[in-house]
């Protein structure tokens, strides 16, 4: 192949290759890897037959045109893999974003769910003290209550014994009353006793 022949060649590999990189570059979700590897490839082995062209083809300037494309080879490759570390880093820091916010909704739905235990538990303690606090207020009415009916009780044994003779005036009330039921019974009696005399005495 003549020498101006892989000349163009070489000329179009390195606008490909300047168009994929700056694709590439520009994109850190850039999948084109494999078309920039490929496209140095191309470049670098179209320099290897410059390099072999027959002397008598080659214009005179023909080295340092080799050592051009030789340094823009150098120079794109550098560019590709400075582009693939960033773009490395750039995926990998990401992730992390990404795992770092995955675990802090993690971290905040167990923190409600624990505000929420905590919520329920206090919810339970509150209405235990409501019910001790019942209980206990429900004993004190009661110690009130019998604290007052033993001091009425012991208001009436003082007066009682404080009053001279009302033991014997309640024993008194007591006598009548019996002895009053005691006619009422006898009297009942005899006139049970007539109405069946007089019963008896119609019958026969």
């Not at 209405?127 to 209980?135: C, D, E, K, R, V």
């Not at 009548?176 to 009942?188: E, G, H, M, Q, S």
Request: with cysteine; net charge positive; glycine share 2%.
């Amino acid at each position: 192949m003549a020498w101006s022949e892989v000349k163009r060649e070489c000329v179009s590999a390195e606008k490909s290759l300047h168009e994929v990189l700056n694709s590439f570059q520009r994109d850190i979700e850039s999948d084109l890897d494999d078309n920039v590897e490929t496209q140095l490839t191309r470049l670098s082995n179209l320099i290897d037959k410059l390099v072999a062209c027959n002397d008598a083809d080659k214009p005179p300037t023909s080295k340092a045109q080799i050592q051009r494309l030789r340094e823009i080879l150098l120079d794109n490759r550098s560019k590709f893999r400075t582009a693939q570390l960033r773009h490395r880093q750039a995926r990998e820091g990401e992730a992390l974003r990404k795992s770092i916010k995955r675990e802090h909704a993690e971290d905040r739905q167990a923190e409600s769910l624990l505000m929420q235990e905590r919520s329920s538990l206090m919810n339970s303690v509150n209405m235990t003290s409501n019910i001790i606090g019942q209980a206990v207020e429900t004993r004190n009415e009661l110690i009130r209550q019998r604290a007052t009916f033993t001091g009425s009780a012991g208001r009436m044994v003082d007066v009682a014994r404080q009053v001279p003779g009302i033991n014997t005036l309640i024993k008194r009330i007591e006598d009548k009353r019996t002895r009053d039921n005691t006619v009422i019974a006898l009297v009942i009696a005899v006139c049970i006793c007539v109405l069946l005399w007089y019963w008896l005495a119609g019958y026969f």
